[in-house]
């Protein structure tokens, strides 16, 4: 797993770009170690899974940057531990949760 940036550290010039590629985004998931915030899977399982219901409902994501982070994170997981194609509107979610995240940074909101 890389290295834990913690929400204070992060810079709008060192994330993703808005629409970037799932290549691009992968590594900047695996900057947030999720799993230790939320004190294992149940936890996160059940914030993430609840915000992608949330999203499907009304196209709305987290409202904090951590747990932005932590459902990007989980969708990392999700696609290398069951195969999750990342279909276009699995994209669509994880762009949303970047564009969150990213908008949070740019205003210096870390929680």
Not at 19 to 33: G, K, R
Request: aromatic share 10%.
């Amino acid at each position: 797993m890389r290295e834990h940036v913690p929400n204070e550290l992060l810079r709008i010039d060192a994330l993703p770009a808005e629409n970037a590629p799932w290549q691009e985004i992968s590594p900047f998931a695996l900057s947030f170690h999720a799993y230790d915030h939320w004190h294992g899977a149940p936890a996160l399982s059940y914030l993430a899974n609840g915000a992608v219901r949330m999203y499907k409902a009304s196209g709305a994501v987290p409202d904090t940057l951590t747990a932005l982070r932590a459902c990007l994170f989980f969708e990392h997981r999700r696609k290398v531990h069951i195969g999750d194609d990342l279909s276009e509107e699995k994209l669509r979610y994880v762009h949303a949760l970047l564009r969150a995240i990213r908008d949070k940074v740019a205003r210096g909101d870390r929680d």
